[in-house]
């Protein structure tokens, strides 16, 4: 018997090896999250973005559109315009309109930030033109232009520096925006000093206007009384008097 089992025995060469069971890999972790989490996130992420993309474009088309409509309100036959001859109706408009302001404001006086004072002699023929009147051989014209703060006992110390002087307004101009005031007055005086005379009443003219445009005047006026009043205007034919030839 044993010889027939060793005669039956398998030889090690024919002895199949056992299959090793294979392992599989853990999955990989990124940031804390499993991938097929963290592609969840993202594609969550992407959609809120394109979400708030979307409103954004909307909430802008939405005040174009507004302001579109505000536009064909202001421009006139644009109701059936295009985007573009919309725009461009309304930049004509607006040239248009900048004509019109400027056309408007020539020949009016802006009054000035710093106060200044001017005295010129005007020419006589053009003012009888503009005041419709004839004048004398000896009557002469000056022009004379005050640009200060407004207040109260401005024009009363005007008139009174005018008649101490010995001139009398023939016309006045008047423009006032924000407080101050652009006062221009056509003064007539009768021309008995001559060309001498004439040059230093302009310059008399001038320092008293200056004085009634600077701040000690109108800090003064409070105070002042129908006195003061007379003085200046005694210290104004007084000085006119030692200047003149």
Known sequence: MMGKWKAMEVPPRLILPRPVPKLQAPPIFVGGYGSSSSSSSSAIGRSEALKVHSQAEKRRRERINAHLTTLRRMV?????MDKASLLGSVIDHVKDLKRKVVDTGQGLAVPKDANHVTVEEE???EEDDETGSSSDEKSFYVKASICCEDRPDL??????TFHGLGLRAVRADIACLGGRVQNEFTLCGDGSGGRVGLSTLKEVLRE?????ASFD????SDSSTTTSSCKR????QSRYATLSP
């Open 155 to 160: 024009f009363v110390s005007l008139i009174q």
């Open 123 to 125: 020419d006589e023929d």
């Open 76 to 80: 006139p036959d644009a109701s059936k």
């Open 217 to 220: 005047v109108h800090q003064a």
């Open 208 to 212: 008293a206007l200056a004085r009634v």
């Open 233 to 236: 205007q005694r210290l104004l």
